[in-house]
Each structure stands twice: as structure tokens, then as C-alpha cells.
Nanobody
């Protein structure tokens, strides 16, 4: 059974940092990524990481502030979030699949989500 388990969300002030982790079990994936959904908004792409070499891609809104990384030995993907802004507040979801994509429909498996709240 495939499972994605996120951890590391929480509350921080604007300008602070948080680190999210996602542990996959049941199989390995070519592509792993992060999406987020704020209240009243659609789920949006944040970052993705592809392959053993860790090719990465970011949404413009987080580029330069967030870093995605993979630990292939542990079948995990991490998201280091620095210089957090109020607008980063959302539920963050880990996603995994075969395609390197920013479209949520291209990911086959999803975690349960972890809340990130940035306060002023």
C-alpha cells in the first residue's frame, strides 16, 4: 500500500522558516512535489523534484525562498521554506507520481496535508 506522510508544518512569524518532510512508503517515484491550498483558493503548485539527480522546478511565487530536495535512500522529499510571507499560509500537500509536472492531475498519490501558518 502506497502512503505519503507529511510532517513539519506549524506556525511561524513572517520572515521565519519551516521545513516540511514527506516520507513515501510502498514504492519509489520518479517525481515528488509539493502543492498548497489556501482557504477559498484552488490547490496550486509549489515545487517538484524529479529523478535520482534531483532536477527541481519552482513556482515563481516561491523561487529563491523555498528549496526542494530528495533523499532517495529514505524515499523522502523535503521542502525548506525561508523568508516566509503571510501569503504562504496554506495546507501543504506532498504529491508523487511518474511525471515531472506542475499540474496536480499528473500526480497519482497524495499525502493528507500539513498546515503552515505565517503570522505578522
Amino acid at each position: 500500500q502506497v502512503q505519503l506522510a507529511e510532517s513539519g508544518g506549524g506556525l511561524t512569524e513572517a520572515g521565519g522558516s519551516l521545513r516540511l518532510s514527506c516520507a513515501a512508503s510502498g514504492r519509489t517515484f520518479s517525481s515528488m512535489g509539493w502543492f498548497r491550498q489556501a482557504p477559498g483558493k484552488e490547490r496550486e503548485f509549489v515545487a517538484a523534484c524529479f529523478g535520482a539527480g534531483g532536477i527541481s522546478y519552482y513556482a515563481d511565487s516561491v523561487k529563491g525562498r523555498f528549496t526542494i530536495s530528495r533523499d532517495n535512500a529514505k524515499n523522502m522529499v523535503n521542502l525548506q521554506m525561508n523568508s516566509l510571507k503571510l501569503e504562504d499560509t496554506a495546507v501543504y500537500y506532498c504529491a508523487a507520481g511518474r511525471l515531472f509536472s506542475e499540474r496536480s492531475s499528473d500526480y497519482e498519490y497524495w499525502g493528507q496535508g500539513t498546515q503552515v501558518t505565517v503570522s505578522s
